[in-house]
């Protein structure tokens, strides 16, 4: 037989020989390189690389009852405002020695319950779900197999399940409440689509309940909901100003959508902000670098994902965490709202 077909695979012991540690000491530079001296660590991945030593992740999992592995199934990977959030998470799952699987659903919840399925099966030790609507067979798989998880971007409103997130309907009432305080009363919203995203629903029904708080409301036909695309921002507006006449303000389901409506904006002679506010949800880095800036709502997506991260860590290290955690939103007011324009005819005469 041909020598690599005989050749046997190098082991722990024979990668501890090499570098002249214990084989305790490799299993840690292994599973926490950070826990481990410099020199120490370079002399056990010197000897890892020179013998081709892989870990036997079965037989490690066999042991410890551990594969230490995370899932992850956020609704797309089509939208950088998530990658934020992803970046963060797999950098702390990391420093304690995780992996994270990532997979995502396109807002099937079909879908969801399969890859959920499918990093169940493969034995990880946590999932991380993004959001509060969910298949109950995903909850029920979830439970059937005693798997720590924790639910992030939302809140659960019946304290049933961990979560770490954002109160959106809160941040829209904020939003909304901005926008009326400077006189608007013309209101159009281009949502995401609101199926299968309870973050874009509670967006809409926190604008809805700032104007009916006001005695406003947003009529139906200023109403569109479209995919987090700009070239559906750019449709949305169409539609909202088209076929609803003009609105002194449009919110947007989030920065994207916004982005989009300020191009049509631009390409369809309509200033922003003199004739028409236009606002977004999410603050990403564009939003600041824009001329004129977008006016938005900024989520800590980066710190949301070292808080999951933290939640499974704790959990899996057998240690009480806390079941809910809110983190704060904040306002950002920037150049493309401003008082509408009957308003500021009225103040100048």
């Known amino acids: ?113 399969r890859v959920t399925r499918a990093f169940i099966e493969r034995g990880i030790d946590g999932l991380v779900l993004l959001g509060t609507s969910h298949h109950p067979s995903v909850f029920r798989m979830i439970e059937g197999h005693h798997l720590p998880y924790v639910l992030t971007w939302a809140l659960d409103p019946n304290g049933t399940h961990p979560c770490v997130g954002f109160d959106n309907r809160a941040a829209a009432i904020r939003l909304a409440g901005y926008l009326l305080d400077l006189g608007h009363r013309e209101f159009a919203m281009i949502s995401g689509i609101t199926a299968n995203n309870e973050r874009a629903r509670e967006r809409m029904a926190g604008v809805r309940q700032a104007l009916a708080a006001r005695g406003g409301r947003l009529p139906a036909k200023r109403v569109v909901e479209k995919p987090f695309t700009l070239g559906a921002g750019r449709e949305g507006l ?20 916004a982005i989009g409506a300020i191009a049509e904006c631009n390409a369809r002679g309509i200033a922003v902000p ?16 824009m001329t004129p800036g977008l006016t938005t709502v900024h989520f800590p997506t980066a710190e949301l994902g070292v808080y999951a991260a933290n939640h499974l860590l704790e959990r899996l290290a057998g240690r009480n965490v806390e079941p809910r955690r809110e983190l704060p939103v904040e306002l950002v007011v920037r150049g493309t709202t401003a008082p509408p324009p009957a308003q500021r005819e009225s103040g100048r005469t």
């Open 238 to 257: 169409r539609e909202v100003t088209d076929e609803a006449g003009m609105p002194t303000c449009v919110i947007c389901g989030n920065d994207v959508l």
């Open 274 to 289: 003199q004739q028409i506010s236009i606002t977004g949800f999410d603050d990403m880095e564009i939003a600041s670098l």
């Open 1 to 113: 037989m041909k020598e690599n077909q005989t050749r046997k695979s190098a082991t722990l012991a024979d990668v501890a020989r090499l570098a002249k540690v214990s084989t305790a000491t490799v299993s840690r530079a292994l599973t926490l390189p950070h826990k481990v001296k410099p020199l120490t660590l370079s002399r056990v991945e010197h000897a890892v690389q020179t013998l081709g030593y892989v870990t036997h992740g079965a037989a490690r999992a066999l042991a410890s009852r551990r594969t230490r592995t995370i899932g992850a199934v956020i609704p797309t990977l089509d939208n950088a405002i998530f990658a934020n959030t992803t970046h963060a998470l797999q950098k702390t799952l990391d420093e304690a020695g995780y992996t994270l699987l990532l997979a995502s659903h396109e807002f099937d919840p079909e879908v969801e319950v």
